[in-house]
């Protein structure tokens, strides 16, 4: 596995564990009401933006000034965040009175799930740079 994907390997983990529970209990969740296109469109979304701000993150910690680590992490959460606002209101707008609260609060908490692999992985890469 080369070095890559290797950094990657939190997210993708996330990304196919996530997949994989929501297909293998699909009748599950939709006897609960909870809209499984939902949840899988939001762990792409976070898939791909926490890969997009990582790569922004993983280049500012090679900088020699630290303040643009800093900088790269607040951005990072707010294009994350306005992302996340962004696809919560086109979903509301978009589905009208079939909006899925079940779904939704289900989608806030993979974003924590993501958060914390995002931080997984960018310690990893510190220690590496730091050592």
Known sequence: MNAPTRRL???LIVFLLVNIVV???W???ADYGINNYVILAANGLFFLSNVVVFFIQKNALSNTNPNVFIRSVMSGMMIKMFLCVIAVLA???LS???FNKKAVFISMFLYLIYLAAEVIALTRLNKQHNA
């Open 9 to 11: 390997l939190p997210f």
């Open 96 to 98: 009208g009175p079939a």
């Open 27 to 29: 009748k599950m969740l």
């Open 91 to 93: 979903y509301t707008l």
């Open 23 to 25: 297909i293998s209990a």
